[in-house]
């Protein structure tokens, strides 16, 4: 019986605290927006790589972005 003078504090205590972190998830808007994060694991927003055009013979072009890494 002692141990419900205790326990039911601290109950209310937790309750209190999940009410309060709740209310501020809902004002900052946490909530705001719960359909993009779900569908950003499904969807690449990433676009696809280009393939590099075809160029002249060119040898004064020293851009390694054209070279092949291996």
């Known amino acids: 019986m002692a141990s419900l003078y205790i326990l039911i504090p601290i109950a209310i205590m937790l309750v209190c605290v999940a009410a309060v972190v709740f209310i501020w998830a809902v004002k900052s808007d946490?909530?705001?927006?719960?359909?993009?994060?779900?569908?950003?694991?499904?969807?690449?927003?990433?676009?696809?790589e280009k393939k590099p055009t075809p160029q002249s013979n060119d040898t004064e072009n020293t851009d390694s972005s054209h070279h092949d890494k291996r």
Do not use: W, Y
């Not at 946490?30 to 696809?48: K, T, V, W, Y």
């Open 30 to 48: 946490q909530f705001e927006d719960l359909e993009r994060q779900g569908s950003s694991i499904l969807f690449d927003e990433e676009e696809p």
